[in-house]
Nanobody
Framework: VIQLAESGGGSVQAGGSLRLSCTAAASKFTGRRYCLAWFRQAPGEEREGVAYYGSDGTITYTDSVKGRLSVSKDRANTSWYLQMDSLLPEDTAKYYC???????????????????WGQGTQVTVSS
């Protein structure tokens, strides 16, 4: 069981940068593999997966953020980060970190159902 908490959100002008952090209170996964992820949701819109970091090293981004946002993690897998550069107004949303663990899988991180979530941190980008 892990508990997650996000930080680093705020308000920034278009073209600016933010760095979001996700910290796990406990990092003991029952499964041999895991996915660490960032999602976002704007009011009235569906939640969208932004970036995924798999235990096999595979990193996946949604097309709209490629080249601008990047995900990283610490060696102990207790924290992961979303570096956001060249931010656009359409990036405005509440951002959530999430994680899932499993023993075996044939699907990639974007297709998993995530087990634990943070409460979210707001990112607002003005024109």
């Amino acid at each position: 069981v892990i508990q997650l908490a996000e930080s680093g959100g705020g308000s920034v002008q278009a073209g600016g940068s933010l760095r979001l952090s996700c910290t796990a209170a406990a990092s003991k996964f029952t499964g041999r593999r895991y996915c660490l992820a960032w999602f976002r949701q704007a009011p009235g819109e569906e939640r969208e997966g932004v970036a995924y970091y798999g235990s096999d090293g595979t990193i996946t981004y949604t097309d709209s953020v490629k080249g601008r946002l990047s995900v990283s993690k610490d060696r102990a897998n207790t924290s992961w980060y979303l570096q956001m550069d060249s931010l656009l107004p359409e990036d405005t949303a509440k951002y959530y970190c999430a994680a899932v663990s499993f023993d075996h899988a044939t699907i990639g991180c974007p297709f998993h159902s995530y087990q634990v979530w943070g409460q979210g941190t707001q990112v607002t980008v003005s024109s």
